[in-house]
């Protein structure tokens, strides 16, 4: 049982640790802010998250804190993409490589 | 398994320290003001996580609880600013 636990620890941390220099990168090469945002957003949920789960299965340190922390950064990290992502839109930032512009089109539109 | 368990820590230890140095370069040198407000929302995320692993590799369960409270103030911080950014005024 504690090898199990172990070996879930290990396998939490390692895809942890792959999604957030996935992010990184991301955060690095793409060309947009948009793009950029939406990298971002996968270091938040699926790399810091993975981490919690690895110190739920430690039998030492309690689980109670650890998923407090997974339930907030659930509810926030969303909640930041989309108020970053709506300051952008409203400050006119370019979108490079766009195929179509919807919301643009929308608040064009006469009523 | 232990000493395999903690060779993993180290390493990604290691690894978010590096990223960590990348997200503050890109908000010394962004090309907007966005670009540099989602480079401290990466910096907050990524410090949490350093302050996880710190919880994993010494097993006390206090920097969880200090995780909490970056993670509340890098939350509010960051929508502060993008609204800031909009609207030209805080409140």
Known sequence: MSMLLQLIAIAAVGIGTFF???????????????ARLHATGKVN????????????ARAQLEWGVSLI???????????????IGSAAKRLGLPMKRAVRDDLARDLNSPK | METVLNVVLCTSLACHIVMM??????VWRGENAIDRLIG????????A???????LISQRGIYISVAIGLAVLSFVGTIALAKCLTDKKMF
């Open chain 2, 40 to 47: 401290v929302d990466l910096l907050g995320t990524l410090t």
């Open chain 1, 20 to 34: 957030s220099v996935i992010g990184v990168l991301g955060f690095l090469r793409l060309p947009d802010v948009f």
């Open chain 1, 69 to 83: 922390l997974i339930c907030f950064l659930m509810i926030t990290g969303p909640v930041t993409a989309h108020a």
């Open chain 2, 49 to 55: 996580a350093v302050l996880i692993l710190v919880a």
């Open chain 1, 45 to 56: 949920v699926f790399g810091v998250v993975l981490l919690l789960i690895a110190t739920m």
């Open chain 2, 21 to 26: 140095d990348i997200a503050i370069w890109r």
